[in-house]
């Protein structure tokens, strides 16, 4: 079943540690996005890409870094967790179609101490 | 520039009444526009979206929504709310351009949905 998937659910790590955050999709999509949101807030943009070696920044400036190897695959990386980075993480991916439907993963939950 | 406004934030509805969460619009030409809905600790589900053509569009769980050009507005509707539509919705925007999208997707700032039975 065609899905896009989120990896881990929740984390909770130590100011300084480095950590990636999974995203994968069996969408087909070319597409891909990540999003950040605090608990029942708006969803702001944070990273993009159109494929494969392709990365863009979103609208919000965030400390965070993302890599496009394979189409499936979009992992996010925080090099070393602050306190501010405590949010939710939403990785998103487009199809081609009119409008360009974004279809959204589970979330990561982000708890860093 | 694109934005979209959702001017409630949180509608409160009795179950077996029909709800409506609004939406306006600001693009410079037409638009492509969303609606997604979000459960809590889970992430967006697509629930419908307006391209062209007919002005009712008729999404999943019986939610429908209605494009007004004049008024630059998509308000959510369902004729008969439930307990479990109790959640956060999400309205958005992007540009068409030529029928080709433009920009990146737009979303506004929420609105949260309590049906009370």
């Known amino acids: ?113 | 520039a694109q934005s979209v406004a959702q001017p409630e934030d949180q509608v409160n509805v009795a179950e077996g009444n029909p709800l409506t969460v609004k939406c306006t619009y600001s693009v410079s030409g037409n638009p492509y526009l969303f609606w997604y809905v979000q459960y809590p600790n889970r992430g967006l589900q697509f629930l419908l979206k307006y391209i062209t053509g007919d002005n009712l569009v008729k999404g999943s769980y019986g939610f429908e929504a209605e494009f007004n050009k004049s008024q630059t507005s998509f308000h959510l509707k369902k004729p008969s709310a439930l307990v479990s539509d109790s959640a956060l919705y999400f309205c958005a925007v992007r540009e068409n351009k030529w029928g080709r999208s433009q920009g990146n997707l737009i979303f506004g700032k929420g609105t949260k949905l309590s049906v009370k039975p």
């Open chain 1, 1 to 113: 079943e065609a899905d896009i998937y989120q990896t881990p659910r929740y984390l909770v790590i130590g100011t300084g540690k480095k950590i990636t955050l999974e995203c994968s999709q069996t969408m087909g999509h070319d597409k891909m996005y990540w999003y950040q949101q605090d608990p029942g807030m708006e969803l702001h943009l944070i990273h993009y890409s159109y494929g494969v070696n392709s990365t863009e920044k979103g609208d919000l400036s965030s400390e965070s870094t993302v890599s496009r190897i394979r189409t499936e695959h979009f992992p996010l990386t925080l090099e070393s967790a602050r306190p501010s980075h405590t949010s939710q993480y939403l990785c998103a991916s487009s199809d081609l179609g009119l409008g360009e439907t974004q279809y959204f993963g589970p979330g990561t939950r982000l708890l860093v101490l």
